[in-house]
């Protein structure tokens, strides 16, 4: 099996990932089994005493038996690919382009969860993920993702979200009139793949895709205020003004 995945992004760069192997994956899901395995039987105590005889029963029936698929589904959906057991082991989901996992896409690979903790599907998922190179289990070829290893010592640049809301350097930018589609999803791309660049990309990524953008748009440098900054903000103007956001 090949160890590195790597992905050419949309804005032409090379990012280059390590595929989670059989072990630290399942160091990472038996650690899972174990919080969620606590965390249901204190929800069961607690229902058994809150609720009349009856209705404890059912509702209980509901959590004994979609528990684990909630578990897994919301934090790895939530929670950026990542449940406790998973960021424990610096692992992380991610959709096959390298993009965050989305969260149908997480509920789709957990849905399937089941099926490979079968005896004889579990044989067929084992065997899956040593012979395909992104080391994929069933559901992970069903819902389109991989796991990979989350680099522990790679310099990390937090921009502010752009996803909700007025960005505060809104006032700013220019007249986007002439903004296409395309550079808005462009920009938007290389905000969410920023932080996860190292230094050297994170500079060549600015000059081929932002200075470009900015001299063509009439954007100017502002002392002080990193350049992804600023495409956030053009990310959200935009995105409020077509109603992207």
């Not at 630290?24 to 009349?52: E, H, K, N, Y």
């Not at 190292?198 to 205020?225: C, M, Y």
Request: glycine share 8%; aromatic share 10%; hydrophobic share 45%.
């Amino acid at each position: 099996m090949n160890h590195d995945y790597a992905v050419l992004t949309p804005e032409k760069v090379v990012v280059t990932y390590r595929l989670a192997g059989l072990g630290t994956r399942a160091s990472a899901q038996l650690l899972d089994l174990i919080i969620a395995t606590g965390l249901m039987i204190v929800v069961v105590r607690i229902l058994g005493f809150a609720l009349p005889g009856g209705i404890a029963e059912l509702v209980i029936g509901v959590v004994v038996t979609f528990g684990f698929l909630g578990y897994f589904s919301l934090f790895e959906g939530l929670w950026n690919g990542q449940t406790p057991g998973k960021k424990a082991s610096s692992l992380r989901v991610r959709m096959v382009d390298g993009s965050p996992v989305s969260f149908s896409a997480a509920l789709y690979r957990n849905l399937l969860r089941p099926a490979d903790m079968l005896p004889i599907a579990y044989l067929v998922g084992f065997v899956a993920m040593f012979t395909n190179e992104k080391s994929q289990r069933i559901g992970d070829l069903a819902a389109g993702t991989v796991v990979v290893h989350e680099p522990r010592a790679l310099p990390r640049f937090s921009p502010a979200p752009h996803r909700f809301g007025e960005h505060p350097l809104e006032y700013l930018i220019p007249d986007l009139r002439g903004m296409t589609a395309e550079e808005y999803f462009a920009l938007k791309r290389l905000c969410d793949r920023f932080p996860e660049l190292g230094a050297a990309i994170q500079s060549k990524t600015l000059e081929d895709v932002w200075e470009p953008f900015a001299r063509r748009h009439g954007v100017p440098p502002i002392a002080n205020v990193h350049p992804v900054y600023l495409m956030e903000a053009i990310v959200m103007k935009y995105g409020r003004q077509k109603s992207l956001l």
